[in-house]
């Protein structure tokens, strides 16, 4: 069972959607308040939904039918950097101007026992499957960046796992890295979803395919894959570091960083249909647009 939020027109209704593509209404306000009676009944979230979607009659449009929104109004959306071998050698072509066997401060980053975590978004700049994503309109170099998103509660215990898309302008980075800010938040500079999964029905979290295709004018122009097990880093150890002297919300996402880089040539341009897939979580949607 994977959790979901849709637009029904006049509000934004929490759902449960099966294998087959059926959507089950749930009552609950939102997916944390489904984590929280879980907990209060004693049984794992799936369960839970599982127990509830039994009491239901699905409604009558399918998951495909639906406008989906983001799974999670995330009050903050948090990213890690350089957690991936792929990452770091495409931080180092940017900051050296493409001198593959260089090495910089990425390095020790990557190396170093503490690791890189920024603010990368808020529910106001997030957007959901099958919406825009924005183009910064100063930067001639920028891409999406797949990557698997943990859902957290306030006390930083991961949830559940979503599909993010941290989308970045690698010029801007690699001019400067104090302009990382710049590089990674503006508007609609992120989306997540088109679900979640609840944390126990995903057996092995270092053991997901990942995939991204980029089409532009039906022609498909980027292919790539990856696999989380080339992770460097454990998920809980990237959580911890964030949950560190710092306060957490429920409904924090935080996206684990990308193992999966287009070529160094290419950029997006306007029109440009992004698709980002990983292993039993489903398939994130988005155009890019001029912001």
Known sequence: MRLIRYDRGDEARLAAADEDGKVFPLAAEDVMAIVREAREAGVTT??????????????????????????VEAPEVWAAGVTYQRSREARNYEATGGKLDASTFYDKVYDAERPELFLKSTAA??????????????SSWQVPEPELGLVLDRAGTIVGYTIGND???????????????????????????????????????????????????????????????????RLDELVS????????????????????????????????????DIEGIGTLVNVAERA
Do not use: H
Not at 125 to 138: A, H, I, K, Q, Y
Not at 220 to 226: C, G, L, N, S, T
């Open 46 to 71: 799936t369960a839970y939904v599982r127990r509830l979607v039994e009491a239901v009659t699905p409604i009558e449009a399918g998951l495909d039918e639906l406008r989906l929104l983001p799974p």
């Open 125 to 138: 700049r997030t957007v959901g499957t099958g919406e825009t994503v924005c183009l910064r309109s100063d």
């Open 167 to 233: 989308m970045s302008c690698r010029d801007i980075e690699g001019e400067n890295p104090l302009y990382l800010p710049q590089a990674k938040v503006w508007r609609r500079s992120c989306a997540i979803g088109p679900c979640i999964v609840p944390v126990d029905a995903i057996e092995d979290p270092y053991a997901l395919d990942i995939a991204l295709r980029i089409y532009r004018g039906g022609e498909k122009v980027v292919d790539e894959r990856a696999s989380t097990g080339q992770l460097k880093r």
């Open 241 to 276: 570091y964030l949950a560190r002297d710092n306060e957490l919300f429920d409904g924090t996402v935080l996206l684990t960083g990308t193992c999966v880089v287009p070529p160094n040539q290419f950029t997006l341009e306007p029109g440009d249909r992004i698709e980002i």
